[in-house]
């Protein structure tokens, strides 16, 4: 069966990349000090604009295909299509992230420093960079539902660079940088911390001025902040206070001021609970005590005769015998 080859375009735009893969593709592409590195998206399972798309289960034969595939570029421009492009490098690395493929190209810097350099300004300046794919396939499928294509048995057979936004802007570079003069990037970086360094070392001296200035303030209201809390204290151990003497009353007992005066930490130590118990308590005993004071004159219960001795003594049968004796005349 002959293989058909589709070309796609894709506008290129910022976009973070897999921690994991970045650093081992970082690593890789670091042993050759000649080469510049570009990240990218090559594609996603998404529809085209033509309705056709790369399944996920197509993902592991561009992976596999695409390795060293050729990254192409038109020399010294950046034309709207792919005619007269040449190989500017070569895809390192190819990973599935979610439901897209993204990548990394290693670009030959020493055989076409003119382009890398055109793509280096053009990231820089954040013109739009778009990517054109050309994937192979032997079969294809279509869904009857929605009408769309899905490309089966794919290769990928190389990426472009081209000037023509479209496909939506899925695919895009989204990171360039330069390996073999890391200086360039690290001097300009290092001037624009040391900028930042000496800004936020003013803005630190301002504000620590700005703190010791207000030291006293700081230190006049903590004061009026503990004042503020012992009036506060004072008033309501005071309400407590009056509201126990209103208790004590509405009870029926009687207490002067030196008592509230002398049990007062008593009192504000009690909760609610703990000074009614005790209330009802006190209540209580005064009733029993009233009780045990009362004597009726009318009462006509046994009671223990009051003996009085005449000057002598009695034993226990002389006491018998005078009770006896009285019981008798009765």
Avoid: C
């Avoid at 897999?18 to 592409?29: G, N, Q, R, Y």
């Avoid at 790369?54 to 561009?62: D, G, H, K, M, R």
């Avoid at 936004?165 to 200086?183: D, H, L, M």
């Avoid at 004590?248 to 509230?260: C, H, I, P, S």
């Amino acid at each position: 069966m002959e293989m058909k080859t589709i070309t796609k375009e894709f506008s290129l735009e910022p976009l973070e990349l897999d921690e994991e893969f970045e650093k081992e593709a970082f690593a890789s592409v670091a042993k050759n000090r000649q080469y510049n590195y570009m990240k990218f998206v090559l594609t996603d399972d998404e529809p085209n604009a033509n309705k056709q798309r790369v399944p996920v289960s197509e993902f592991p034969n561009l992976i596999q295909s695409g390795a060293f595939a050729p990254i192409k570029k038109y020399p010294n421009d950046l034309p709207d299509g792919h005619e007269g492009s040449t190989p500017l490098g070569v895809i390192t690395h190819l990973k599935q992230y979610n439901n897209q493929i993204i990548g990394m190209a290693a670009l030959w810097a020493r055989e076409r420093p003119e382009d890398v350099n055109f793509i280096k300004e053009a990231f820089a300046e954040k013109k739009p960079i778009n990517i054109s794919w050309e994937i192979g396939y032997m079969d294809s499928k279509v869904d009857e539902e929605t009408g769309v294509e899905d490309l089966l048995d794919t290769s990928l057979q190389a990426a472009v660079l081209v000037g023509l936004p479209a496909y939506q802007g899925r695919t895009p570079v989204y990171a360039f940088s330069s390996i073999n003069k890391p200086e360039d990037n690290t001097l300009d970086e290092l001037e624009k911390l040391k900028s930042e360094l000496e800004e936020f070392k003013t803005k630190l001296k301002d504000s620590e001025a700005a703190l010791e200035a207000t030291k006293p303030q700081l230190v006049e209201l903590e004061q009026l902040r503990d004042f503020k809390a012992t009036v506060e204290q004072k008033e309501a151990e005071a309400a407590k206070i009056k509201d126990i003497k209103t208790k004590f009353a509405e009870a029926g007992l009687e207490k002067d001021d030196k008592y509230f005066e002398d049990n007062r930490e008593k009192f504000l130590s009690m909760d609610e609970a703990s000074f009614e118990f005790f209330l009802q308590e006190l209540v209580a005993f005064a009733s029993q005590t009233k009780k045990d004071d009362k004597k009726p004159e009318d009462s006509t219960a046994s009671q223990i005769p009051n003996f009085v001795s005449e000057g002598g003594s009695y034993d226990v049968s002389e006491i018998v015998q005078a009770l006896r004796a009285r019981q008798q005349k009765k």
